[in-house]
């Protein structure tokens, strides 16, 4: 046992009185003469103590100053296990106060606790009380305390107020809205007093204006629906005072968060800013709270905010914020700040993710902005930033930001929510910086990190796709061919006019993949009067959504039956019947072919495609290229067949065993560029070749489909495609283009591979 010394009594030792706060806790108070030395005591930290022992945490002290000049000292700590046992109060070693427990001590009087005490004691006393019940799980969950506490508060203001009850959110949540007085102050605390127990609000409370323009203090409160029954009351704490409101009856028929925001366009944006963060919040250990925040965000989205007033030293914008599902934020805006007085720019998702930008890298000429300024020179204001982060409870559709300057001072700026689809973010990204300005370290270090998740995220949410059958299917077609449909149909047609009358066309199998699902009737309608007039069996493979030319193949031979698959485009004629056969011909006469393809000529009958081949621009990055494209369909050198390094997906046939073993088309791919040069780099991984045969004639009307995606159009899709490409597969292309590809089918190492390759395009 610990004897703790108690030196002679310069300070009296003060009796104290008690209070029961529920079963296991005491309020213990005495007072004392003299004041306190503004927020420092000069008695220094008090201790409990009983019977020689400190008593164990939880316990907690306070001290305020009475009416008359001296002080109240309230100490909250568990009841001893022998209430019979005194105790001690000891601060410098000295006991300055004791809690006798003999009979006819006099408890405290719970009305008297905040006699003596002006306003502002009185609030530190109730906060007091309020902040230790709310810490102390035993305490905030005990009826006796809640009824006590109701006691107090209720001494105070006999007939609160009642609450209105505004809407219902996710993650089980009402908002609440009420007012003060004008004199209230800043609201400190929110806590609900239950029958049950004691229960901080789980969020601060929005302030707004008045609408009723009495100068009084509206507030606005998102508040679980267990906290809201009838009859509790939410204590609000002030700088000024204390505030008591009752909770009504929920209102019948209620709308939802979202509904009201819509119906009420007026709504500040700092309330639809505390929602959002609020529900975030909550989201980060509640579902439904998270897709609260995603539908909040789509359909009551905050306005958006720029600095572009040309009479400011300072502007900026945030065009586009794309979160990612792996963490990431994309930003494509632009600053304009000739006198460099912006220091940083700091952005923060609703789940509370922040990032700091300091530096903006490489910039680029916005005509717009520089249109809005006056500017004289060349003005590279615009930027795109790609940021790395953690994974969220869910992704965020908008973010804010603030343009920190130097001085202290910041500009706000919100952005238009991202696109809700993840291709349109996609696309949106994709879009956001002018190809001319596509640098590979651009591709690789901002706009990858930020498509491929975009994308992988659209091919995830991939369904089943629609199977329409016309005519009775072959079991063993000798071919299967699979044509992808986007948007194109004027040339079906004179496709397939050409295939019903070709009688080689009889053992094929014609799959249809349409990957624009919103042309579906038109496409169903036109395939069954083609069927009807021709009799020619074909089937319709129906996508979800438009996930590209990868995507499209590969389901089509997901369904095919054949053992030899055709890849063949839309836009893809045939000159005369009998062609087929003739490409399967080539494809078989001689051992570890992979895959052919056949010459294609643009409609003036001119060169484009007699095989594939890669070479390196003048930056030094892969393309790929088509032997003697341009030149006459008869051109020589066009005539012959031979082995290339690769032939074009517009018509390629391989074997469904090639096919499988390379993985079918990869679908890392967007929208319709370098897909089937990295199949056939694929093909020759299994260490089988590739071969032209030019005696098979196809016309191609070229990029006609992929001509109408406004994410190829106008964006940095092809540039994304080809880095990617020669990220991937730029040893194995150097290797392949070390060699001389020539006519006699012969393959020999080449000293001057360049040179060459110049002199096959040009004999």
């Known amino acids: 046992m610990t004897v703790i010394a108690v030196l002679p009594n310069s300070v009296s030792i003060a009796p104290a009185q008690r209070l029961s706060l529920g079963r ?49 000292v309230l100490s909250i700590l568990r009841a001893p296990r022998d209430p019979r046992m005194p105790i001690h109060f000891i601060a410098n070693n000295r006991v300055i106060a004791e809690l006798r427990t003999e009979s006819g001590a006099a408890d405290l009087d719970p009305a008297g606790l905040l006699g003596s005490l002006d306003g502002a004691a009185r609030l530190r006393v109730l906060r007091f009380l309020f902040d230790f019940a709310c810490s102390t799980p035993a305490l905030r969950r005990d009826a006796a305390f809640a009824a006590l506490c109701r006691r107090l508060v209720l001494d105070r203001a006999a007939e609160p107020a009642d ?94 968060l979202t509904d009201r925001l819509n119906a009420r366009p007026d709504t500040p944006a700092t309330l639809r800013h505390y929602l959002l963060t609020s529900l975030a919040q909550r989201g980060r250990s509640d579902a439904s709270a998270a897709s609260a925040v995603s539908e909040l965000q789509a359909l009551a989205p905050l306005p958006r905010r720029q600095a572009a007033d040309a009479k400011r030293p300072i502007g900026a914008s945030l065009d586009l914020a794309v979160p990612t599902s792996d963490g990431g934020l994309f930003l494509a805006g632009w600053l304009h700040d000739p006198h460099g007085l912006a220091s940083e720019l700091v952005v923060r998702t609703p789940f509370g993710g922040e990032r700091r930008v300091e530096r903006f890298g490489k910039r680029f000429p916005r005509e717009d902005v520089a249109k809005l300024y006056g500017s004289t020179g060349i003005d590279r204001s615009g930027f795109v930033l790609y940021l790395p982060g953690s994974p969220e409870p869910a992704e965020a559709l908008q ?135 021709y009799g020619l069996p074909m089937l319709l493979l129906v996508q979800s959504a438009n996930y590209g030319y990868s995507a499209a193949n590969n389901a089509g031979v997901a369904v095919a039956r054949g053992n030899r698959l055709l890849f063949l485009n839309s836009d893809v004629v045939p000159d005369r019947a009998g062609w087929l056969p003739q490409l399967v011909a080539a494809l078989e006469e001689r051992p570890g072919v ?87 780099l694929r093909i020759r991984d ?11 004639e196809l016309y191609h009307l070229e990029r006609r489909s992929i001509g109408r995606h406004q994410g190829y159009t106008r964006g940095v899709a092809s540039e994304y495609n080809r880095w990617l490409h020669g990220r991937r597969w730029a040893d194995r292309m150097d290797e392949l283009m070390a060699r001389d590809w020539c006519a006699d089918d012969e393959v020999r190492p080449s000293k001057t591979s360049r040179t060459r390759k110049t002199a096959q395009v040009t004999r």
């Open 594 to 680: 992979g895959a052919v393809g056949p010459k294609l000529l643009f409609d003036d009958d001119s060169l484009q495609h007699a095989g594939l081949y890669f070479d390196r621009d003048l930056q030094g990055a892969w393309y790929n290229h088509h032997y003697f494209k341009g030149l006459p369909r008869d051109f020589a050198a066009a005539c012959r067949p031979r082995s290339v390094p690769g032939v074009t997906g517009a018509c390629l046939l391989t074997t469904r065993a090639a096919y499988s073993a390379a993985g079918g088309f990869c679908e890392d791919y967007i929208i319709g560029d370098f897909e089937d040069s990295d199949l056939c």
């Open 163 to 256: 609450l209105a009850v505004r809407a219902t959110a996710g993650g089980g949540l009402l908002l609440c809205a009420g007012a003060l007085s004008g004199r209230f102050g800043a609201i400190s605390g929110l806590v609900v007093l239950s029958p049950n127990g004691v229960a901080r609000a789980p969020f601060d409370a929005c302030i707004g204006a008045d609408p009723a323009g009495k100068g009084r203090i509206a507030f606005d409160l998102l508040i679980d629906r267990g906290l809201c029954a009838p009859g509790n009351l939410l204590v609000v704490l002030g700088a000024n005072g204390v505030a008591c409101r009752r909770f009504p009856e929920e209102p019948v028929g209620l709308p939802t």
């Open 24 to 72: 296991r806790f005491l309020l213990v108070s005495w007072t004392m003469d003299g004041k306190a030395d503004g927020a420092t005591d000069p008695v220094g930290p008090i201790t409990p103590s009983v019977d020689g022992e400190p008593v164990r945490p939880p316990f907690t002290t306070l001290t305020v100053e009475t009416g008359w000049g001296g002080r109240r």
């Open 399 to 533: 973010v804010t930001a603030e343009l920190r300057l130097a001085s202290g001072g910041a500009l706000r700026l919100v952005p238009p929510p991202r696109p809700r689809a993840h291709a349109d973010a996609r696309a949106a990204v994709l879009g956001s910086l002018p190809p001319r300005f596509a640098t590979p370290e651009l591709l690789e270090t901002v706009i990858a990190p930020a498509v491929a998740p975009l994308h992988a995220a659209h091919l995830a949410s991939r369904g089943e796709p629609e199977l329409v059958v016309y005519g009775e299917r072959k079991a063993k077609p000798a071919v299967s061919v699979i044509i992808p449909l986007y948007r194109t149909l004027e040339f079906l047609r004179f496709q397939i006019s050409s295939f019903a009358t070709d009688p080689a066309m009889a053992d094929a199998e014609l799959v249809f993949v349409l990957d624009s699902p919103e042309q579906r009737d038109e496409v169903v309608h036109l395939l069954r009067g083609f069927h009807g007039l």
């Open 686 to 696: 299994q260490g089988l070749d590739i071969r032209y045969a030019p005696s098979v």
